[in-house]
């Protein structure tokens, strides 16, 4: 085939290796190919797994040659972000504490991959235990955004979505806890979806904040999302926080892209002020977009929304101090002792002091603290209660519309570097994505042009009410659509060559 | 840490000087096939690390569910308890770093325990009488046991001084209830019998409710004593401290007894008792100061975010409720009666745990005197020996049963009848097998025995003399020779019976 | 989170802190984190005057309850598996440092 394989969308993929058009291990390598000859600028892996990806590819192949029925994705490669556990593949969430470790079993959604027939690649680069908004707090270097490699590609999935971007894989798995999958979306122009709390199983996923983290699809397209959505999600016996009740359905949703007569709401505290120019003008041209399509555009109001950041960096911070406690030195991972005859402690500190980095380490420090006797109930005591008042905002919001919008992100991607040192800044960029994480309910970041002053993607939220991800679909794509025509294109397209 | 100069106080001093308050914590592991989060088999004294997964090993990413049987059990524990049971509640993480645990931190229950509120009355029989001592339990709640760590080098093979340690994580993760009491006040100078008796009367009631196999040796059932003492009655509590490794109803009597008397002595001496935990000492009977834990008053608990509120439905707690057993101390009154025996013969059978041994050999036939007799004679004298329990002998009550209906039916004397013990307990077989197999039926001919008994006399020429001169007592020495020659297979009446008849005595004058 | 005070967050508070999570900081690295948390802090710090007393705690995403296992064996990891990530083993077992407190 002379057509370049990698910049097919993932629907295409799987209908030409089902077609027999093209086989899997062609697409594979085509891939393997593109890693190879850009991935030491983007540096959006941080393990590529060759052997085993040639392997599924062979495998899909051969059934199909069978004649056995491929799943909806067969033969299509994949970019796994490298916090979810794959059986003897290295899995370190960009973390030295971690460095090495092969896990001894694969997370639910790596076996609903491989069982559909996808070919995982390999691990992509993330902020250290996907803590950050730009994949500089990797222990193994920054990822580049494919736009603008002097530019963060976001975090902390930015490994995920630069693949994407950078056309080394036409699918991505993130992980969003306070904007993960969405903000790395919006800044390299993709689509990425956070699914209801519960939508997706977490068993296997390396536990930032529990009650907030969701595993989902990034892709360049709005179908192609909800056929990964439909091939993770769905529940799963091995997480007591699984949904039991069915997915919708998310393809259906994506195909029908009508959004005539539904109420899409812009959420009054998530934009003005802080947000840069480029980002609010692409946003106000797509709600007039979607009141061309002939949706009824309305304005809620979210009061408690400004809190939401702040009852975030307890939360997260008090139930990270916790899940992080594992990473002694003691059952896997870094071991660091000394020649001193140190005792368990001592190697227990020198281990986490030398395994963890500058962000890890503040958020531990800081979630000891919320969680301290004395202080839970005005830290972390009261952030449960501002949850409860974000979640009213939410039910009080979708009795006004369907869904809501805003911008994923406050700024296009910022220089690497800038906010390095600034905590409180790189925080800043969670804020509209945060208050999903906190109710629990869906979100997708999908791209709505280039911000005119620094022609950098800009991304639109989409937010649902919970276990209502169809709508994301369907709202989504129908924007999608209306922009394609308007570009003439994918965005993507104007990516600068590698 | 060294403890040779703790002082102690004569105990009669201690117990007129001061008011001892007990607090009781026990663990128990429940007999549930698997852990409390994961599929991992809970069975003991399989092969290091063969009994774990990504849950209980902690490994990134794992992720735990709960056990249905294990709520049920700590359900129908907090109702045997007398316990109200919460209608909603939660895990909790206590969080602090230790090798054995391997998500450094446990998933516990810490402000919302799942049974609260309840008590037990337990029966004490001191020197001065039996009293009923109604011992109040504060909560009883859900948790996970930890790893095995063995100490290697270092002089004494304890953990100061070691080298470094070895973990097994088989047991990371196995079902946990902790039955925490309120402080147990006025027991006074009876408050070592208390402690093992209330541990005693907790442990028959969950022994009859089949939850667990509470056994103290192997840990199933662990026992921590908090003890503080006080002026009078009247007065503040005292700084207490809590005692731990008490592995054995004896130990745990021994440690208030001792602690009591370690107290005594610092407070007599005008000193304030430590806060910590201490460390009984089996072998020198004598506590020891464990660590002043650090991280101990802040174990920084949040609600375990990986699992969900557990919310007992009324429905749910009443179709427990009746799977309840009667009450081990009603069955006790119940069976005391039927039996017609004293308080003191009951309390032998209960504090030997043979009550429902014996009542099921009761049950399968035998006298209720006999199954007594064999089960706190002999089988109590080989449980001793080997250092196990009763119920855990190779011998079913059904086969003791057995056992006295042949001595009943004069198949086996008391001597034949302790062989045939032997046997069963040895494996070879039911005692009718084990009769057969070691040809062991009292010998009913006379013939056999005639000829030992003219062969004994015939080498004790001076007996027959003794008893044809009015000394029967003298046929005793013949008896022995053919019980001996018959390898106790004789009836020792029988023979006397046909040795008097061979060398008939003088008339009585 | 605009132009929030700081909170003040003493060195040895940072090391006491830093003790209870196990991670060994020399007094460069409690010096930068005291001043950074007391920051964080002055901005998280609004959260205690937004929510009433009587307005619950969220610990949950979900309504949900009651989500338990029935009490089947599952197959284990083999104890080679189980130790395969290990730093040091012997005998089968996690091979660890020496332990100075009894827990």
């Known amino acids: 085939m002379s057509e370049d394989l990698t910049r097919w969308d993932a629907a295409t993929t799987a209908s030409a290796v089902a077609a027999g058009k093209v086989s899997a291990v062609e697409v594979t390598l085509a891939h393997l190919d593109r890693i190879a000859s850009v991935d030491d600028r983007v540096h959006a892996f941080l393990h590529v797994d060759t052997g085993g990806a040639l392997a599924a590819a062979g495998a899909v192949d051969k059934a199909r040659a069978d004649g056995e029925r491929l799943g909806p994705l067969a033969g299509v490669p994949l970019a796994l972000k490298d916090i979810v556990a794959t059986e003897g593949v290295p899995t370190t969430c960009g973390s030295r504490i971690l460095e090495g470790w092969r896990p001894p079993y694969d997370a639910t959604i790596t076996t609903r991959l491989k069982d559909g027939g996808v070919v995982i690649l390999g691990k992509t680069n993330m902020d250290e235990f996907a803590m950050g908004s730009s994949t500089e707090h990797s222990a193994f270097g920054p990822t580049h955004n494919p736009w603008d490699l002097d530019r963060i590609p976001g975090g902390s999935g930015g490994g995920s979505a630069a693949a994407l971007a950078a056309f080394e894989a036409p699918l991505a798995i993130g992980t969003d806890t306070g904007g993960s999958i969405r903000q790395p979306a919006a800044v390299t122009g993709t689509v990425g979806v956070k699914p209801t709390y519960g939508g997706v199983s977490r068993y296997g996923i390396v536990a930032l904040a529990s009650s907030l983290d969701q595993v989902g699809p990034c892709a360049r397209t709005v179908l192609d999302a909800a056929l990964l959505h439909t091939v993770i999600g769905g529940h799963d016996p091995r997480d007591s926080t699984s949904i039991a009740s069915p997915l919708p359905d998310l393809v259906g949703a994506a195909r029908r892209a009508d959004v005539r007569g539904m109420r899409i709401a812009v959420v009054r505290e998530l934009g003005g002020e802080g947000y840069q120019a480029g980002v609010r003008q692409r946003f106000d041209e797509a709600v007039e977009a979607f009141a061309t399509l002939g949706a009824e555009i309305v304005e809620v109001s979210c009061p408690h929304f400004p809190y939401a950041l702040a009852a975030y960096y307890l939360i997260l911070p008090s139930e990270c101090s916790s899940n992080l406690a594992r990473f002694d030195g003691m059952r896997y991972g870094l071991r660091v002792a000394g020649d001193d005859d140190p005792s368990v402690e001592q190697v227990m500190g020198r281990t986490r002091a030398a395994g963890f980095g500058a962000e890890a380490?503040?958020?531990?420090?800081?979630?000891?603290?919320?969680?301290?006797?004395?202080?839970?109930?005005?830290?972390?005591?009261?952030?449960?209660?501002?949850?409860?008042?974000?979640?009213?905002?939410?039910?009080?919001?979708?009795?006004?519309?369907?869904?809501?919008?805003?911008?994923?992100?406050?700024?296009?991607?910022?220089?690497?570097?800038?906010?390095?040192?600034?905590?409180?800044?790189?925080?800043?960029?969670?804020?509209?994505?945060?208050?999903?994480?906190?109710?629990g309910n869906p979100g997708m970041s999908l791209p709505v042009g280039l911000a005119p002053e620094d022609g950098l993607p800009v991304g639109l939220q989409i937010m649902a009410p919970a276990m209502a991800d169809d709508r994301l679909y369907n709202v989504g794509a129908a924007l999608e659509a209306v922009l394609l025509d308007r570009w003439g294109g994918p965005l993507l397209e104007e990516v600068p060559s590698l | 840490m060294t403890s040779a100069a703790d002082k102690v106080l004569p105990y009669d001093e201690v117990s007129a000087a001061y008011d001892p308050v007990l607090g009781l914590e026990v663990h128990v592991e429940l007999g549930t096939a698997t852990k409390m989060f994961c599929g991992c088999s809970t069975v003991f004294g399989a092969e290091p690390n063969t009994q774990t997964c990504p849950v209980c090993l902690g490994l990134p990413g794992s992720l735990p569910v709960v056990n249905a049987m294990a709520i049920e059990s700590a359900i129908r524990i907090g109702l045997a308890l007398n316990c109200q049971i919460a209608t909603w509640c939660r895990f909790a993480r206590k969080n602090y770093f230790y090798p054995d645990m391997p998500k450094n931190f446990q998933t516990s229950q810490y402000d919302e325990p799942i049974c609260f509120d309840g008590y037990l009355d337990v029966d004490v029989d001191t020197a001065e009488g039996r009293r009923t001592v109604r011992v109040e339990i504060e909560r009883a709640h859900m948790e996970e046991d930890t790893g095995k760590t063995l100490h290697h080098g270092g002089a004494t093979g304890r953990i100061h001084g070691a080298d470094y340690s070895l973990v097994d994580y088989n047991r990371a993760g196995i079902p946990l209830i902790e039955i925490v009491t309120k402080p147990v006040p006025g027991a006074g100078k009876f408050a070592p019998e208390v402690a093992r008796a209330y541990v005693t009367a907790l442990r028959e009631t969950l022994r009859s409710l089949e939850v667990s196999d509470l056994k103290m040796e192997q840990g199933s059932m662990r026992c921590d004593v908090n003890l503080s003492l006080r002026a009078a009655p009247e007065a503040p509590l005292g700084t207490r401290t809590e005692t731990k490794n008490d592995n054995s109803l004896r130990s745990i009597e021994r440690a208030v007894r001792y602690e009591m008397t370690r107290q005594g002595a610092v407070l007599s001496e005008g000193g304030s008792v430590l806060q910590e935990t201490r460390h009984w000492h089996e072998d020198t009977g004598i506590t020891t100061s464990?660590?002043?834990?650090?991280?101990?008053?802040?174990?920084?608990?949040?609600?375990?975010?990986?699992?969900?509120?557990?919310?007992?439905?009324?429905?749910?707690?009443?179709?427990?409720?009746?799977?309840?057993?009667?009450?081990?101390?009603?069955?006790?009154?119940?069976?005391?009666?039927?039996?017609?025996?004293?308080?003191?013969?009951?309390?032998?059978?209960?504090?030997?745990?043979?009550?429902?041994?014996?009542?099921?050999?009761?049950?399968?036939?035998?006298?209720?005197?006999?199954?007594?007799?064999?089960?706190?004679?002999?089988?109590?004298?080989?449980?001793?020996?080997?250092s196990v329990e009763l119920a855990d002998l190779a011998i079913t009550p059904a086969d003791v049963a057995e056992v006295e209906s042949l001595v009943v039916s004069g198949t086996l004397n008391d001597t034949l009848a302790r062989q045939v013990i032997e046997g069963v307990l040895a494996g070879e077989g039911t005692p009718s097998e084990v009769v057969a197999a070691r040809g062991l039926a009292v010998v009913r001919d006379d013939a056999p025995l005639l000829a030992a008994i003219d062969e004994a006399l015939a080498s004790q020429p001076d007996v027959a003399e003794k008893i044809r001169g009015g000394k029967v007592a003298a046929a005793g020495a013949i008896v022995g020779a053919v019980m001996k020659a018959t390898r106790g297979q004789a009836d020792a009446a029988r023979v006397r019976e046909l040795i008097l008849q061979r060398i008939p005595p003088p008339p009585d004058p | 989170m605009a132009e929030p005070a700081p909170i003040s967050i003493s060195r040895d508070e940072v090391a006491h802190l830093a003790h209870l999570a196990r991670i060994d900081l020399d007094d460069d690295a409690l010096e930068h984190y005291a001043e950074q948390l007391g920051v964080i802090l002055g901005a998280v710090a609004e959260v205690a005057q937004v929510a009433a007393a009587d307005v619950p705690a969220t610990s949950h995403p979900l309504p949900m309850l009651n989500v338990f296992r029935d009490d089947v064996v599952s197959p284990c990891l083999s104890a080679e598996q189980a130790l395969s990530g290990a730093p040091a083993v012997e005998d089968h077992r996690f091979r660890v440092p020496r332990i100075l407190d009894v827990e």
């Open chain 1, 361 to 439: 380490t503040r958020r531990i420090i800081l979630g000891t603290y919320a969680l301290s006797a004395g202080y839970y109930d005005a830290y972390y005591g009261q952030a449960q209660k501002v949850r409860t008042l974000i979640q009213r905002d939410f039910a009080a919001a979708f009795e006004q519309a369907d869904v809501l919008i805003s911008p994923t992100a406050p700024t296009t991607a910022f220089k690497l570097g800038e906010k390095l040192d600034d905590p409180l800044a790189m925080y800043l960029n969670d804020v509209a994505t945060i208050p999903c994480n906190l109710a």
């Open chain 2, 290 to 386: 464990g660590r002043v834990k650090s991280d101990a008053d802040d174990y920084r608990y949040f609600p375990e975010p990986d699992l969900l509120p557990i919310a007992p439905s009324p429905e749910w707690v009443e179709q427990l409720r009746a799977t309840l057993p009667e009450s081990p101390a009603v069955v006790r009154a119940r069976t005391q009666v039927a039996w017609g025996i004293s308080d003191f013969d009951m309390l032998a059978v209960t504090s030997a745990g043979a009550l429902e041994l014996v009542t099921a050999t009761v049950a399968a036939g035998a006298d209720q005197a006999a199954a007594r007799k064999w089960w706190l004679g002999e089988l109590a004298r080989v449980a001793n020996e080997r």
